[in-house]
C-alpha cells in the first residue's frame, strides 16, 4: 500500500510540474517538481530501471524547456541511478534521509544542469539558486507526499461505518 501511495505522489509531481512550469520557469528560484518526482521514482526501483525512467524524464524535460536532449536526458539518467543506487546501499525507509537526499540530489541536478544546460557558471546560480529551489523543491515534495498519504480522520465518519 506504500509503494502506490509513493508513486502516487510522483505522478502528482510529474504532472504538477509539467501543468504549472510555464508559470515559475521565469524565475530564478523556483521549484524543480520533476526533480523531486525523478528522485522520488528512483528510490523505488532499482538502478537499471530507474535509469531508463531518468532517461523517459529527461527526454520530456528536454522537449518542454527546448534544451539539448541527449545533454539533459543523460544527466536526469545518471541522477536517477544513483538515486536507486544509493537507496539499495544505504536501505533506510527513514522520512530523513528521504529529505536529505532529496534536497541534496535536487540541488547537485540544479547545479549541473545549470553549469552544462544552461552554461550559467556564476556562483550565484551555484551557491544561492540552486539551494534555494532545492529547499523549495523539498518542502513542495513533503507536503504533496503528506497529501497523498493523508487519511480521513475517524472523527469525521458518520456513526456506525467503522463497523461494516
Same mark, same amino acid.
Given at each position: 500500500?506504500?509503494? /502506490? /501511495? @509513493?508513486?502516487? $505522489? ?50 520530456? @524535460? ?56 544552461? @552554461? ?16 523549495? $523543491? $523539498? ?11 493523508? @487519511? ?11 463497523? /461494516?
Amino acid at each position: 500500500m506504500r509503494a /502506490r /501511495r @509513493e508513486w502516487l $505522489t510522483v505522478l502528482l509531481l510529474l504532472l504538477l510540474h509539467f501543468a504549472l512550469h510555464p508559470l515559475w520557469s521565469r524565475w530564478q528560484i523556483g521549484p524543480d517538481l520533476l526533480a523531486g518526482g525523478l528522485l522520488l521514482g528512483s528510490f523505488l526501483l532499482r538502478w537499471g530501471r530507474a535509469a531508463v525512467f531518468g532517461c523517459l524524464l529527461g527526454l520530456l @524535460e528536454a522537449s518542454i524547456s527546448l534544451g539539448p536532449l541527449g545533454l539533459t536526458m543523460f544527466l536526469f539518467s545518471i541522477f536517477a541511478c544513483i538515486g536507486g543506487w544509493l537507496r539499495r546501499i544505504v536501505y533506510s525507509d527513514s522520512d530523513t534521509f528521504v529529505v536529505a537526499s532529496m534536497f541534496l540530489g535536487t540541488w547537485a541536478l540544479r547545479a549541473s544542469v545549470s553549469l552544462l544546460v544552461q @552554461e550559467d557558471a556564476s556562483m550565484g546560480a551555484l551557491l544561492v539558486n540552486a539551494p534555494a529551489s532545492a529547499a523549495l $523543491t $523539498t518542502v513542495l515534495c513533503w507536503l504533496v507526499y503528506r497529501f497523498v498519504s493523508a @487519511e480521513p480522520d475517524a472523527s469525521s465518519r458518520p456513526v456506525g461505518e467503522g463497523l /461494516r
